[in-house]
């Protein structure tokens, strides 16, 4: 992705914790909202990258249903705006990432790959990951034909023969973006109707180099060195095949990266953080945006208006606490 690195502050260790009024975690659209809102508040923000500058969008090659961009918008291209939007009132945006928080007590104490902050408040924008098959092969042959990502690794894939593995809006949006390099894109399904929106639907079931295998699961990956073959169960009948494949891309959802709060913030029992309407965790100063707390909607947009939420409520929580001191 094309983040332009030498946009990030940075902050010498000094030994000392550094001091922030709002602190958010993550740099997806959820996290860099918050981060434009909590600035114009002049809070002056500080938000930690974490590993996935742009979060999951930034992986998106083309996002075609947030407003205002008409003919669609990179997903790199749209965090690094929202980037710029927030640095221009004040964000400073850290090539960091979280690796402990203490709850306990406010301040909180959050420990990173550069140093220690102290924060009032925090935002957490962490977002979610890839969900894997955790079938045999599939490890080892990540990155040697096995990705969760076409808009990154696509390319390495001209004129092969891929599979897509899923039914949702990622899998069917993902494979037509495989079709500008594959040869051939077949979409594995376990059931005998998809999941994805009817737009999504109708360009995958026209476009000539899509076919279906359905009532399938991938049950193997097989290579010694990349992908050459995957092993396929039909779900309806039980019967096994093997079939040759170059490469295997898997959608099938996400879980959210929430193991830094476990035992310290309330989840459900997928792991995500709980919040109310007014994405409160059951913290006071500990807010959260994003999909990190949303299993349900999981778009650019809402996580972006999370963010937004979510700093309009720290900005009222600190002014508030202000009023009282
Ligand atoms: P999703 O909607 O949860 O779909 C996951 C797919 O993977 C489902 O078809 C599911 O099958 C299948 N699956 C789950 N576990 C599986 C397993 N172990 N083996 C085989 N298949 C498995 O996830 P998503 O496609 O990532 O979408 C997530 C959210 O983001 C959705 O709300 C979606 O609308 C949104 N999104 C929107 C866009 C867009 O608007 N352009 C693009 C991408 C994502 P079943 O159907 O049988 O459950």
Redesign the pocket.
Known sequence: MSFNLTNFATTASTGEPKRTKVLVLGSGPAGLTAALYAARAELEPVVLTGSELGGQAAL?FT???YPGFPDGVGGSELGELIQKQAEKFGAVVEFDTANSVDLLQRPYRVTTDNGEYLADTLIIATGAR??H??IPGESTLTGRGVSYCATCDGWFFKEKKVAV?????????EALFLTRFASQVTII???D?????KV?QSRAFSNPKINFIWNS??TDVLGDDKVTHLNLKNTLTGEKSTQEFDGLFI????IPNTQLFKGQLEMDEMGYIKSNAFMETNLPGVYVAGEVTDS????VVTSAGMGASAAIQVTQFLEKEAVEA
């Open positions: 998106t996002i075609e249903n890839p969900n098959l955790e593995v899923g039914g949702g809006d990622s899998a069917l949006e399904h376990r059931r109707s998809l999941r994805a929106g999504l699961q991938v959608f099938i959802g996400h349900h909607f999981r778009q």
